[in-house]
């Protein structure tokens, strides 16, 4: 289940500012599991299932975008600039798809040919969309649109891992949570994380929830040796301890102090599950549950993150095991919540 829902996330174009499509599959994924589902007018998806004791609540967030491009200028060629945090050294060759009031029009991100008896072109790198530039405007958003692969049994590549592999996992979350809970819980497929987490921000000004927990992708550092390699894909969820992201030209700086109780149940659930489980303390990042805590200062927050490989390019990859594993640690955390 949740391995075909995945596949189907991740193929669906969702860059920050143009989530709709990806929330309204999120809308119909939830429905049948929540007691209401609603769309802001931001776009943020919210599902709500009653509790016992309606007084308090949990948020479930996950975030719809992904990093994404945008056109600067079209010329014989189209110009495009990053949005989100993407290192550009993954971009050469990677097939693309602009998505322009004429429908989705595919390309390619080129630069000058390693042939050419002088390359001065600085490094510049563009997208060739053939003969259809006319077809495309300044402002169109574009998404990455690699084909999905398994790389094993468990093992996913693909673009937009982050964070539909954290919808997936809320979707899971409310087909699998029996009966009603102790709490109201909200399940919120949130907007725009990855230009500064405003669909999480507006969410909890308007739900102020007691507990808030960010489902997300960290980064697994097993693809090389370092000292960061204890976090590894298959390695089991991570809960994080600390985050903070430093002022600069595109983040804000925001800090994360996440809840020491709400961190220790996600760790005391996993425990009494056998489950693997790990913590990390992060520098360079945010989740949403920074803008939450900003907006909401009285909601305790934790996060818990999948680990995957290769953050922000076209082929994130994750074990689904993690997932799997975070669902069941998710379910119990509930039944404990008090």
């Excluded at 390619?108 to 072109?121: E, I, L």
Aim: glycine share 6%; hydrophobic share 45%.
């Amino acid at each position: 289940m949740l391995h075909d829902l995945l596949l189907d996330l991740v193929a669906i174009p969702g860059p920050s500012g143009d989530e709709a499509r990806v929330a309204q599959r999120l809308h119909r994924e939830l429905a049948p599991f929540a007691d209401e589902v609603s769309m802001d007018k931001m776009g943020n998806v919210i599902a709500r299932k009653d509790g016992a004791d309606p007084v308090r609540s949990l948020m479930l967030i996950a975030h719809t975008d992904e990093v994404s491009l945008v056109v600067q200028r079209v010329d014989e060629v189209v110009w495009f600039d990053i949005v989100g945090w993407i290192d550009p050294a993954c971009l050469m060759g990677t097939p693309v798809v602009v998505l322009t009031d004429n429908g989705e029009v595919p390309g390619v991100v080129c630069s000058s040919s390693a042939h050419s008896p002088t390359r001065d072109d600085g490094g510049e790198l563009w997208i060739d969309v053939g003969e259809r530039t006319a077809d495309v405007s300044v402002g169109d958003p574009i998404v990455f649109a690699p084909n999905a692969r398994w790389l094993g049994e468990h093992v996913l590549a693909s673009k937009a891992i982050d964070d539909r592999i954290g919808c997936a996992i809320l979707v899971e979350v409310a087909r699998r949570l029996e009966g009603v809970p102790r709490h109201t819980i909200y399940f919120a497929g949130v907007v725009q994380e990855e230009v500064g987490s405003f669909g999480a921000r507006f969410v909890a000004e308007k739900l102020r929830p007691d507990w808030a927990i960010a489902i997300d992708t960290t980064g697994a550092r097993d693809a090389r040796a370092d000292r960061y390699r204890e976090v590894a894909i298959g390695s089991g969820p991570v809960v994080r301890r600390f985050q903070m992201a430093q002022p600069t030209s595109l983040y804000p700086a925001v800090v994360l102090f996440p809840s020491k109780r709400l961190s220790k149940l996600l760790i005391a659930s996993a425990q009494e599950l056998s489950l693997p489980v790990s913590q990390d303390a992060f520098r360079h990042t945010f989740t949403d549950t920074a803008l939450v805590q900003l907006a909401s200062p009285e909601t305790e927050c934790a996060n818990l993150h999948i680990p995957r490989r290769y953050s922000h390019s076209p082929y994130e990859v994750v074990d689904l095991r993690d997932a799997e594993r975070a669902v069941d640690i998710l379910l119990r955390t509930i039944e404990k919540l008090d």
